[in-house]
């Protein structure tokens, strides 16, 4: 079965930090871009990072210099490290496969499977 | 912040046809294709839509994604109660907003 599971949420005070792990099963990891997505409570979708299977990264600008995407393959797993953490960053993140669907002409994207998210909350 | 924008609800009752639509920019829309997502209460989002007008394998045909220049539009026909949940579009992005974003999501209520 393909799936995902995060782990490492919890509480932390603000200026903290956090890291949260996924871990893939059921296909193969190293052959996918990987993702981060988060929901405020009560909120919508807020894309937060991306990580190539060449291991280039991507960040939204809300996070960009705070927090660091990474993929350890052997192990199947994917990171997301949250330093200085701020109430804004409460959320459940979700982490997310991209899957590619080509044809003849080219290659669209998607995430197709997501995993069931883990809660941070940031508050003192 | 959500870059695309959605109307924050819809609704219809069972058998109807529910139109959702997605406004976005040059930079994502305008020049990418569109997914839509579907979230169950308390679940995990579930790709509904890609390439604009596509789904994926399981996918009911009751629901049809389209766009034109920087909008896009999710339908659903005959409106079922297990439709009832927030969906969202999302699109990838060639400017500095980030690599993908998502709109601002749409409640479904089957009345």
């Known amino acids: 079965e393909v799936q995902l599971v995060e782990s490492g949420g919890g509480l932390v005070q603000p200026g903290g930090s956090l890291r949260l792990s996924c871990a893939a099963s059921g296909f193969t990891f190293s052959s996918y871009d990987m993702h981060w997505v988060r929901q405020g409570t009560g909120k919508g979708l807020e894309w937060v990072s991306a990580?190539?299977?060449?291991?280039?990264?991507y960040y939204a600008g809300s996070v960009k210099g705070r927090f660091t995407i990474s993929r350890e393959n052997a192990k199947n797993s994917l990171y997301l490290q949250m330093n200085s953490l701020r109430a804004g960053d409460t959320a459940v993140y979700y982490c997310?496969?991209?899957?590619?669907?080509?044809?003849?002409?080219?290659?669209?994207?998607?995430?197709?499977?997501w995993g069931q998210g883990t809660t941070v909350s940031v508050s003192s | 912040q959500s870059v695309l924008t959605q109307p924050p609800s819809a609704s219809g009752t069972p058998g109807q046809r529910v139109t959702i639509s997605c406004s976005g920019s040059s930079s994502n829309i305008g020049s990418n294709t569109v997914n839509w997502y579907q979230q169950l209460p308390g679940t995990a989002p579930k790709l509904l839509i890609y390439?604009?007008?596509q789904r994926p394998s399981g996918v009911p045909d009751r629901f049809s994604g389209s766009k034109s220049g920087t909008s896009a539009s999710l339908a659903i026909s005959g409106l079922q109660s297990e439709d009832e949940a927030d969906y969202y579009c999302?699109?990838?992005?060639?400017?500095?907003?980030?690599?993908?974003?998502f709109g601002t999501g749409t409640k479904v209520t089957v009345l």
């Open positions: 390439s604009n007008n």
């Open positions: 990580i190539g299977t060449a291991g280039d990264t």
């Open positions: 999302a699109a990838w992005d060639d400017s500095l907003n980030g690599l993908y974003v």
């Open positions: 997310a496969r991209r899957v590619e669907y080509c044809t003849t002409i080219g290659c669209d994207y998607g995430m197709d499977v």
